[in-house]
């Protein structure tokens, strides 16, 4: 309790927030890219604490959200295979594809289980010789080095009925690609457990390149408006780079052993995002030693990309463009319990923390 009272405490927010307001005089447009962040802003109320012309703005950071329509039809196809179990995270079977959800497939027969583990997904192959199980690999750095053990455990228990579904994604290039898109961002809140990972130093390129700020912040009232106050210093002082708010966590370098393992079953690739697009070299497939894993190339699915849902307008959420009350759908025929689109279906997703704490 005395960790969360340090990190909530109502006379260090204040003083954090008069610090804002009197060192912050130019217009700053700030982006967390952490579904994390997005909720504790919200559930925090950190944009009712700061004066307008800072703005806050929710970008990629929900996992479930940024995997594109394609890949859950490709998921559900996978499903609808005989002799085939899927494995996934909770959050991911909700997410509606073009005409069904892994959800409904697994109400109409389909043998869809959640896992909270792939290690718990490399047991249901070990105890169902006679399937195949495929574990969708959604997320991203803070991810992805437990589907590179189940990988490896794979291999090294001669498992061969286990598949991986690579949907993993790499952050910094998406927060460049907003960018390039001409999104105007003056610096990013950035994700913490990501950078937990893979340490601060990867966003090193990315600053270099496009001259922006980022911040690593942790997820507590004070972490983010000290996080907010040393972006705000950064703008002012015309400075980029990139700094680490969140110590108590984050290193440099990260979890050196985690990034060896995940480089040493991964390749980079590109990959397609929900709302951006395909952008270059944001993506992990497997290695080609362990191609004999890898469901995109073990099973043959056939699936064609379909438009979103009319009037939803999750890609522009996800670039930051628009808020989820923007949308019209929002709150009336889109909610928790009945999402349209993929930002409603996550607690970390943008228009769910916007519906919870509106
Ligand atoms: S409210 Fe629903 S339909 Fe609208 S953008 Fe968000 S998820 Fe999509």
Redesign the pocket.
């Known amino acids: 309790m005395k960790y969360i009272d340090e990190f909530r405490n109502h006379d260090l927010v204040a003083t954090l927030t008069e610090a804002i307001v009197r060192r912050s005089k130019k217009p700053v447009r700030i982006m967390e890219v952490c579904g994390g962040h997005t909720l504790a802003i919200r559930k925090y109320g950190i944009q009712q604490l700061l004066p307008e012309h800072i703005e806050l703005l929710s970008g990629p950071g929900c996992p479930v959200c940024v995997t594109p329509r394609i890949s859950i039809d490709r998921a559900i196809a996978l499903s609808r295979l005989p002799g085939v179990i899927i494995t996934t995270y909770g959050d991911l079977i909700r997410v509606p594809g073009s005409r069904s959800s892994l959800n409904q497939e697994r109400a109409q027969g389909a043998d869809v289980r959640i896992v909270y583990s792939t290690l718990d997904a490399l047991d249901i192959a070990r105890t169902n010789p006679q399937k195949k199980v495929i574990f969708l690999g959604i997320g991203f750095e803070t991810t992805t080095p437990s589907s590179a053990v189940a990988i490896l455990e794979a291999e090294r228990q001669r498992i061969s009925n286990f598949f991986l579904l690579s949907m993993h994604k790499v952050m910094p290039p998406a927060m460049g690609a907003l960018i390039d898109q001409g999104i105007r961002i003056d610096g990013y809140i950035g994700p913490g457990h990501v950078s937990a990972v893979a340490g601060a130093d990867m966003y090193h390129a990315l600053v270099e390149k496009h001259g922006i700020a980022v911040v690593i912040a942790g997820f507590e009232p004070v972490d983010l408006l000290q996080s907010i106050y040393m972006l705000v210093c950064m703008n002012e002082e015309g400075r980029h780079g990139v700094e680490i708010q969140y110590k108590r966590v984050v290193t440099p370098r990260g979890n050196t052993k985690a990034c060896e393992m995940v480089n040493h079953v991964f390749d980079s690739c590109d990959e397609s995002w929900r709302g951006l697009g395909m952008i270059n070299g944001s993506g992990l497939s497997l290695k080609e030693q362990y191609s004999r894993m890898d469901a995109s190339l073990q099973f043959d699915v056939q699936v064609e990309p379909l438009p979103?849902?009319a009037?939803?307008?999750?890609g522009e959420?996800l670039r930051g463009m628009k808020k989820?009350a923007e949308?019209r759908?929002?709150?009336k025929t889109?909610t928790p319990a009945n999402?349209?689109?993929?930002?409603?279906v996550s607690g970390e997703?943008?228009?769910q923390a916007y519906y919870q704490f509106r």
């Open positions: 979103e849902p009037g939803c307008i999750c959420v989820p949308c759908l929002f709150g889109c999402p349209i689109g993929a930002c409603m997703g943008a228009c």
